[in-house]
């Protein structure tokens, strides 16, 4: 077991990289495999631009949708929010804004992959763009050529968009209408590869900005993400043995009809308070709500909003651990 331990140290510290990494190759082969078996373009000016955009934003609206499902910070934003009680305490204005932005840049990571790679492929641009009259015409004039309108320009332009429709499909009589198969496979591909770099681009400007941004030094952010681990991992095996110990005591006292010894457990309003998202304070140093909630002055005290309190992007990763993983949420 000692062997694959630094394997596992080294899982653990870059389990976020690992997972976007695998989304990325798993959604890859999946829109390869969707494009090749399921996806068969209809090659008719009716259906073309209509059945290639549903196969292309269709499951690229699903995927954006399922990391909305699948974060665990999702439902920790709305768990509590809908009670009537708890609704003035939600994020709101500008904090709300920032936490929606970033669960809206975590669930966009995996839609973007499958568009990108829809158009590396061009299969759905090329049959969606077969389809479309405003790029037809702007392809068709590429063979026609005609410097003032004339009879024969006519025919050929519109012998051009009666059988681009069916250049996918390598039906189209004329070869040169069937050789701009290979002019819509190219700006396909070339707008595949603009996507990608402008989301690096725009992913890479958000992080610097970010970093610049920080209230902390690097060292410091390393040292709370270690402690986060290591609350959690604490937090996890204490309530498990509290959870267990009152388990038990609430059955045998069911069969044995005796009465259960009072357990001391922490109330709503408490777990409501540890439970809130994190917001930093530059007068105090508190690496997580439960922290900050042990610290706190007064008994009485609520820790939701302080003065000072502010959302730093960068401490983000804050509220991403929890006691539960996201299957079990």
């Known amino acids: 077991m000692e062997k694959f331990k630094p394997l596992l140290d080294l899982q653990i510290k870059h389990r976020t990289s690992l997972l976007y990494g695998l989304t990325s190759l798993l959604t890859a082969g999946g829109e390869r495999l969707f494009s090749t078996v399921v996806f068969q373009c209809p090659c008719t000016a ?11 934003l ?16 999702t439902w920790h934003v709305l768990t509590g929010c809908c009670a009537s009680s708890t609704r003035a305490k939600c994020p709101s204005g500008c904090r709300g804004a920032l936490v929606l932005l970033k669960l809206t840049a975590s669930a966009a990571f995996v839609p973007l992959t499958w568009v990108a790679v829809a158009l590396l492929g061009g299969s759905f641009y090329e049959c969606a763009a077969s389809g479309s009259k405003i790029l037809a015409r702007r392809l068709c004039q590429k063979i026609s050529q005609c410097q003032n309108v004339s009879s024969h320009c006519y025919n050929v332009s519109s012998q051009c968009l009666e059988q681009l429709p ?20 190219a700006e396909s591909q070339v707008l595949g590869w603009i996507l990608i770099a402008v989301v690096i681009i725009v992913f890479l400007l958000l992080t610097a900005v970010s970093r610049c941004l920080s209230p902390v030094s690097f060292l410091q952010l390393k040292f709370w993400k270690i402690y986060l681990e290591q609350e959690q991992q604490i937090l996890k095996s204490q309530a498990t043995e509290h959870a267990t110990a009152l388990a038990k005591e609430n059955v045998t006292c069911f069969f044995e009809s005796s009465h259960a010894k009072e357990y001391n457990t922490p109330s709503i309003k408490e777990w409501q308070q540890i439970s809130s998202l994190y917001t930093f304070n530059p007068k105090d140093q508190y690496y997580s709500m439960l922290h900050k909630y042990v610290n706190r002055k007064e008994e009485s005290h609520s820790i939701r909003s302080c003065e000072g309190d502010v959302v730093v992007p960068v401490l983000g990763f804050v509220d991403s651990p929890g006691i539960s993983t ?4």
């Not at 609206?61 to 699948?70: E, I, Q």
């Not at 069916?166 to 819509?184: F, G, H, R, T, Y």
């Not at 996201?326 to 949420?329: A, D, G, K, M, V």
Request: glycine content about 2%; hydrophobic content about 50%; overall charge neutral.
């Open 326 to 329: 996201t299957n079990e949420l």
């Open 58 to 73: 269709v499951p690229a609206l699903v995927l954006f949708l399922l990391g909305y499902l699948l974060s665990a910070r």
């Open 46 to 56: 009716a259906w073309n631009l209509c059945y290639s955009l549903v196969f292309l």
């Open 166 to 185: 069916l250049v996918p499909c390598s039906q189209a009589k004329e070869s040169s209408v069937q050789d701009l198969l290979k002019d819509l496979k």
